[in-house]
């Protein structure tokens, strides 16, 4: 079987890995060359765990990685297409690269004989395969869905930070489609590579649906814990955590994505909800509870504000620390990252910012330059800061002592994830989710 993916992002670059490690004859193709470059040299262009080490053994085994369409459309027989679907400025999806990776296809698909079935995993909202996608590639490649080419929709449910092991292993594999000679071909790929997982089969729309459906989930629970964390910490004495031990023992909450915090970010949840809260309204519904959501998730990032301002009083010429940039721990993403929210608003009422992260700090300084500092080491970070704030769970956070603390001009720790063990700690502590 021979694959090609358009589109090396995360989604994209670990697909291609894993096939590639799995000795699938693949092509990965992305439009930026300087990404290109990079990836040909066996370094991915992020930080993903796993990623480089088997980026290298598939660049050894049988992955090629290139920028020309015209082969990979010619010789393969599954094309996944996993470009970005970012958000536009009103809030629904961005359809420019998916629209321009289409038109190539089409393209190419005009000058060869070959009909290969072509998969759409980017997450777009329903009916954008069938109303955005088949009719560009109907146009320019002159050929019908069906006969000329196939064309599926099939969700990834990766998780940046795991998504090299979430690409080898999925919890379900969704196709969508209406042509089943297309989804025999997909189906049984996914039952060789991925055995035991589930497969389901629906139409474009339900399989669209599905990939929001589950994102809306995951934000909704983020979102309840979160304000159940923000009752805690107006409560003496309550902490959010137990309180998540015992719910997540009920098998109908269980006690997955439960961690209260800062907020959710990155480059799905804070996208996808805005975008199916577009869709539904121009299909005539008002989503009360999505709308909640997203809203709430919005303001998450003043409570991190509110809990240093009762701590340091004025906020204004104060030197403060920020441990954590990245979105999650285990990435270097900062798309949507509430640290980069938190940053702007503590800059506009005038702090002197020093910040800190393992593996996010270049995205960052490309950000914002020298309107702040970048710290070399944790120790560094806090030498002379009246005031220190945990974004991101990194576990180089929770080894932070009351050795380290002393460098701090003033002991003030602002903790949004209850990394650190507060009665062993001198320093005065403020968390969110403990009242
Ligand atoms: N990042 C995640 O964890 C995740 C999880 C689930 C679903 N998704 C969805 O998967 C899709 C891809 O996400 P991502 O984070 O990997 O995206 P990304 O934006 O990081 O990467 C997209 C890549 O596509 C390339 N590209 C754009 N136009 C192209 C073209 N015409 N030809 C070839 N390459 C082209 C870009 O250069 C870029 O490298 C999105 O729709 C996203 O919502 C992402």
Redesign the pocket.
């Known amino acids: 079987m021979r694959v090609a993916i ?8 670990s697909l291609a890995c894993v096939l590639g490690i799995k000795r699938y004859s693949v092509i990965g ?4 060359r300087n ?1 290109v470059s990079k990836i040909r040299t066996g370094m991915s ?2 930080y993903e765990p796993k990623l480089d080490n088997m980026l290298r053994l598939a660049l050894k085994k049988s992955l090629e990685i290139s ?1 020309d ?1 015209n082969v990979a459309v010619k010789k393969c027989d599954l094309i996944f297409i ?5 958000q536009s400025e009103k809030g629904n999806i961005n359809f420019e ?1 998916l629209k ?2 289409a038109e ?1 296809i089409g393209i190419a698909l005009s000058k060869t004989h070959n009909s290969p079935t072509i998969i759409v ?4 909202t329903p009916r954008v395969t069938q109303d955005i996608v088949k009719p560009i590639l109907e146009k320019k490649s002159n050929k019908k869905t069906g006969t000329g080419f196939g064309l599926l929709f099939n ?6 930070g795991s ?1 090299i092991d979430d690409t080898i292993k999925p919890h379900v594999n969704v196709i969508g489609g209406y042509d089943s000679k297309s989804i025999r071909v997909l189906e049984k790929f996914c039952h060789e590579l991925y055995k035991k997982t589930p497969v389901i089969i629906t139409n474009y729309q339900t399989a669209e649906l599905i ?1 929001y459906a589950n994102n809306s989930f995951l934000a909704a629970k983020l979102g309840l814990i979160n304000e159940i964390a923000n009752i805690c910490q107006s409560l003496p004495g309550t902490n959010v955590d137990d309180v998540v031990k015992a719910i997540g023992l009920d098998p109908r909450i269980g006690n997955l994505f439960l961690k209260a915090g800062p907020g959710y970010g ?3 949840l804070p ?2 909800i805005p975008a199916l809260i577009s869709f539904s309204s121009s299909i005539g519904k008002n989503p009360i509870i999505l709308k909640a959501i997203h809203r709430s998730n919005t303001f998450q990032v003043k409570s991190v504000i509110s809990l240093i301002e009762n701590a340091i009083k004025k906020i204004d010429d104060k030197k403060i620390t920020i441990l954590g940039l990245s979105f999650k721990e285990q990435s270097d ?1 900062i798309r949507e990252s509430v640290s980069i929210k938190l940053i702007n608003l503590l800059l506009k009422k005038g702090a002197r910012l020093t910040v800190h992260d393992p593996s996010a700090i270049e995205n960052v300084r490309m950000l914002f330059g020298n309107k702040i500092r970048y710290a070399i080491s944790i120790k560094d970070a806090l030498k002379q800061s009246q005031c220190a704030v945990i974004m991101t769970p990194w576990k180089e956070y929770s080894h932070i002592t009351n050795k380290d603390l002393c460098l701090m001009k003033k002991r003030m720790i602002i903790d949004t994830r209850r990394l650190l063990d507060a009665p062993n700690l001198d320093a005065e502590y403020h968390a969110i989710g403990i009242g």
Do not use: N
């Not at 358009?6 to 670059?13: I, K």
């Not at 193709?29 to 930026?32: A, E, G, H, N, V």
């Not at 996993?82 to 970012?86: A, C, N, R």
């Not at 969700?155 to 940046?160: H, S």
């Open positions: 358009f589109g090396l992002g995360v989604v994209g670059l193709i992305d439009s930026d990404k262009p992020f920028t369409c996993t470009v970005g679907t970012p690269q321009r990776v190539e995993k980017s997450t777009v969700p990834t449910f990766i998780r940046e998504a990939k990155g480059s799905c996208k996808d993403e």
